[in-house]
């Protein structure tokens, strides 16, 4: 690989259950990846530590020094402060106010970029995936929740502090079920991998998912989307159509979406729909082009997310680039 001075990038992807830090070249190619899990419970200063530790793996799998990186890019859960870098609270890692952007400059001593997850993806595939070259990518990452971000012209699309696009809390059933946020009838109370895998232990309970009896019972833990996926080929029609049913859903907030912003693509991405493409993208088109108008539907490109496990932290690398050619 190219290893002229400050010409890789890192780009690191913090999520609930594992974190990965990717080393790209000048061109943006892999030139090594590192995983680790959260381990969220063990509290703040561990997982800072672990952040830190799979960084340096990193690096070095790569065979370079952190004076061989431009920028550090890190794409995590939100509610975010983008101009300080903090973390305000990421219930999934009982975190509040945590300076990770201070932290890992000042330990590797290059400029570092925090991003929303589902914005560094989005950016991703805007930069190298399905949606390149696109005026207007809408990204929708259904999983835990359903993320959602808007690349119009090359900028991620945010609010006054920080992310937006909270498409996962957007009104589909009017006084429907209770959602994490406290509202109810909300996108994700019908939609989200937990919504679908809590319908589906319910099907298993009245004895119509026997494939998936077998693979997971009603363990809501057990019921993931690579589980899903294969009690479905296993011939689960009561499950097959509760994913049908959410991605119906998921394709009516999308396309009131559409409806406002007439997007060039539409790229869906995460667990979900890498597991079961066909199924919620397909599903999903149907109802997209049923309910936008169809001057914004005619040409409108709606396809699965190219990157794959990568997009996140690609994005954030390309965004830390970004940053760091700006004037
Ligand atoms: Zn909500």
Redesign the pocket.
């Known amino acids: 690989m190219k290893r002229s001075a400050r010409s890789c990038w890192l780009g690191f992807d913090l999520g609930g259950t594992k974190m990965m830090a990717v080393v790209f070249d000048g061109d943006f190619e892999v030139a090594a990846s590192v995983k680790s899990k959260t381990k969220g419970a063990e509290g703040t200063g561990e997982v800072l530590e672990r952040i830190q530790s799979t960084i340096s793996d990193a690096l070095q799998e790569a065979g370079i020094l952190p004076t061989d990186i431009g920028g550090i890019g890190v794409g995590c859960p939100g509610p975010l402060d983008l101009d300080r870098g903090v973390i305000l609270h990421a219930p999934n890692l009982s975190w509040h106010n945590v300076t990770l952007k201070a932290t890992l400059e000042k330990r590797f001593k290059c400029p570092t970029v925090i991003a929303n997850d589902v914005d560094a993806g989005t950016y991703g595939e805007f930069r190298f995936g399905a949606g390149r070259g696109a005026r207007c990518v809408l990204g929708i990452f259904p999983g835990t929740g359903i993320g959602g971000a808007c690349v119009y012209e090359g900028r991620i699309i945010r609010g006054r502090t920080g992310s937006c696009m909270e498409i996962?809390?957007v009104l589909v059933q009017a006084d429907g079920r209770l959602?994490?946020?406290g509202?109810r009838g909300?996108l994700?109370?019908v939609a989200s991998r937990l919504a679908i895998s809590a319908d589906a232990a319910a099907a298993v309970y009245r004895g119509e998912a026997p494939a998936l009896q077998r693979l997971a019972g009603t363990d809501l833990a057990e019921i993931k989307s690579g589980t899903l996926a294969k009690a479905i080929k296993a011939g689960d029609s009561a499950v097959e159509s509760i994913v049908r049913g959410a991605a119906r859903h998921i394709g009516l907030a999308v396309a009131n979406t559409v409806n406002l912003l007439a997007p060039d693509v539409v790229v869906f991405g995460g667990g979900l729909v890498e597991a079961m493409p066909e199924i919620v993208v397909g599903e999903a088109r149907k109802a997209i082009c049923a309910q936008a108008m169809s001057a914004f539907t005619k040409d409108l490109k709606i396809v699965a997310a190219e990157l794959g496990d990568n997009a996140t932290a690609m994005g954030a690398a390309a965004l830390a680039a970004a940053e760091g050619s700006k004037p």
């Open positions: 996962g809390h959602c994490g946020c509202h909300c994700e109370s």
